[in-house]
């Protein structure tokens, strides 16, 4: 019985492929250093990766039931 769980995944595993999602290039995450200058390609809002964390982290609270 086990022999047959493991069987049935690995080809449940090999039979699937990657999901490729293409991003357009002016919704890319480019990191920034310190003291680099920054020259955007577009305009819009450009955050600070703290801030940011704290924007995800409130919308996962949200999300939840």
Excluded: Y
Excluded at 17 to 41: C, E, K, N, Y
Excluded at 47 to 57: K, N, S, Y
């Amino acid at each position: 019985m086990a022999l047959l769980s493991m069987v049935a995944l690995s080809l449940g595993c090999a039979c699937s492929t990657p999901r490729v999602v293409v991003i357009p290039a002016d919704r890319q995450v480019l990191p920034v250093s310190a003291g680099q200058v920054f020259h955007p390609p577009v305009n819009g809002w450009f955050v600070p990766q703290a801030r940011m964390q704290e924007m995800l982290h409130a919308l996962e609270r949200k999300a939840e039931p």
